[in-house]
């Protein structure tokens, strides 16, 4: 069997749609539908309702479903006084809006590509998102370790290494639905030690070995 590239949508946490308000569960593909590779969309009730063949009344109940479940967060937004259409987030694998706000710009290569949809005829967009988020959790973790420390700019370059090793992906990531990173590996975690001991090598081994990751940062 065939199909025309485009001409369906991947709709995460399928689970948790079973046995949920029909109408929700429709409104919720088309919001997938409309989402980029970070899984935010804001299209307006109407767009909504004219897709999914509903009243905007049924699209508000609707969306407040979604959100008391979890499945989507949702934003208003304003152009000065002015109301725009909600940014609606979609929750993949429990990882919220906190996650992928977290250094935007701190990851290069995923996710820059905002137009794209979320809608390929496989998951590897999906998946793609879920290393991003991780990444900038990583990344959040570390700036917090780091917060009010000053770091000498010769220095700098080997924190990022730091930051690409331990988020590299698993070579399989493509074939999980909830891909891994070297972080996610480790059974104890203590980022100002591991950070410590990294910069201590680099000092006496004359720097780290740079890891070639699609998914490095440049967080600084």
């Known amino acids: 069997m065939k199909y025309e590239k485009g001409s369906f949508i991947t709709v995460p946490n399928q689970k948790r749609l079973i046995g949920m308000n029909p109408i929700a569960q429709t409104v919720f593909m088309w ?6 590779q970070e899984g935010e969309c804001y299209p307006s009730h109407v767009t909504i309702a004219r897709e999914a063949g509903l009243g905007k009344t049924s699209i508000k109940k609707a969306i407040a479903i979604l959100v008391d479940s979890g499945l989507i967060e949702k934003e208003n937004r304003k152009d000065g006084k002015k109301n725009k259409t909600n940014l609606y987030q979609i929750i993949i694998g429990g990882v919220g809006r906190e996650a992928t706000e977290v250094g935007r710009e701190a990851t290069e290569g995923v996710g820059r590509e905002t137009s794209r949809e979320l809608n390929p005829s496989s998951l590897t967009q999906s998946t793609e998102v879920l290393l991003t988020q991780k990444t900038k959790k990583f990344i959040q973790e570390l700036k917090e370790t780091m917060n009010g420390i000053s770091v000498r700019k ?36 203590d980022m100002k030690r591991r950070l410590g001991t990294w910069m201590k090598n680099s000092i006496n081994f004359g720097g780290s070995k740079q890891i070639e990751n699609k998914y490095k940062a440049t967080m600084i």
């Open 31 to 36: 919001l997938c539908f409309h989402a980029n």
């Open 154 to 189: 010769d220095r700098i370059e080997e924190i990022k290494k730091f930051v690409s090793y331990w988020t590299e992906p698993d070579k399989n990531w493509k074939k999980q639905n909830d891909p891994k990173i070297r972080y996610d590996h480790q059974k104890t975690w």
